[in-house]
């Protein structure tokens, strides 16, 4: 156990202060007795909003539990990064050569969403609103972080309208942003240049529910009032 020893006459709050602060540093330089644990919660830390406090709880809560079921995390993790596939229709992760929303004779096939990622496909599924098709771009268009339109899945979309004779409409699903606008400017140009037409909308844009007025900024609320609705009784 760690004793710390203060001069007479501190105040009780310095007296902690000092305290935390001596611990701190003494921990950080003495922090693991393992480094096979210190390994582990550097490579934790690797995930998204994981700092070095959280992964060594996490660690340790791995350590304590059964040898089959650390193994069984790190033999999912493993399969996933080694045996996921892309559905060479839409380019959503599956674990087949075509996903299930692309081979399931339910879907609106005459309808195909275009989102930036996979995550968006989750995302809209998630509504149980729409049981249409998807074409996943894998990003957008954004110079200034080194991705131009060869860098997306374009040229597949456009062979898949061109090849398709059921997709009647594209619906362009991308994110309210400068880079979302210009990838659905692009996509819309080829698509006009395309050997056959489609419809091509794009996703309503206006105020949240439950958001109040004064909150909204300028360029959503000007869309709201731009693309208002007949009021339903």
Sequence with gaps: MI????????????????RAVFLFYF?????FSSTLLENAVTALTRFP???RKTALRLALHLLRRPEQE???ISDALRALRHEIR???????ISDREVCEICASPLRDSSTVCVVETVRDVMSIESTGQYRVLYHVLGGVISPIDGIGPDKLELACLVERVNDDEDVKEIILATSPTVEGDTTNYYIYRMLSRANRSVKITQLARGLAVGNDLEY????TLARSIMFRTPFEG
Excluded: L, W
């Excluded at 892309?86 to 959503?92: F, G, Q």
């Design 49 to 51: 909003g994981i700092g």
């Design 216 to 219: 909204a900024d300028e360029a």
């Design 70 to 72: 650390t193994d069984g």
């Design 27 to 31: 921990y950080m330089d003495n922090e």
């Design 3 to 18: 004793r710390v020893r203060f001069p007479s006459g501190v105040q009780n709050e310095r007296r902690r202060t000092f």
């Design 86 to 92: 892309y559905c060479k229709r839409c380019h959503n």
